[in-house]
């Protein structure tokens, strides 16, 4: 049996909450558990990146910088804040996560 190396999840209500449209970092809230979840698949040594489908680009209510600006803000709130032993990686961008890691 192969052993789950890598996990994606959706951004927007899964590991923060969901505000349509959001371009602003400052309105980044994590979902109840999420931190606790990413930390468990963490110590399990499975690499976590999430996905999102931003239909506010293509009709103009949102730039792909705003997207990326609130990406990153989603990383950050992810990451654990204290667990020992847990890997202080935050959840990247699908792609990043699928890329094979060099350690």
């Known amino acids: ?26 309105r980044v809230r994590p979902v109840a558990g999420a931190r606790e979840a990413l930390a468990l698949l963490r110590a399990h040594d499975v690499r976590t990146g999430f996905l999102t489908r931003q239909p506010g680009v293509a009709g103009g209510r949102l730039t792909e910088a705003d997207v990326r600006r609130v990406d990153a803000r989603v990383e950050d709130s992810s990451a654990p804040s204290t667990c020992a032993g847990c890997a202080r990686t935050p959840p990247r961008t699908a792609a990043a996560a699928a890329r094979p890691s060099r350690a």
Not at 8 to 19: I, K, P, Q, S
Request: charged letters at 40%; proline letters at 8%.
């Open 1 to 26: 049996m192969s052993r789950i190396r890598v996990v994606l999840l959706d951004r927007d209500g899964v590991l923060v909450e969901d505000v349509p449209d959001n371009a602003d970092p400052d």
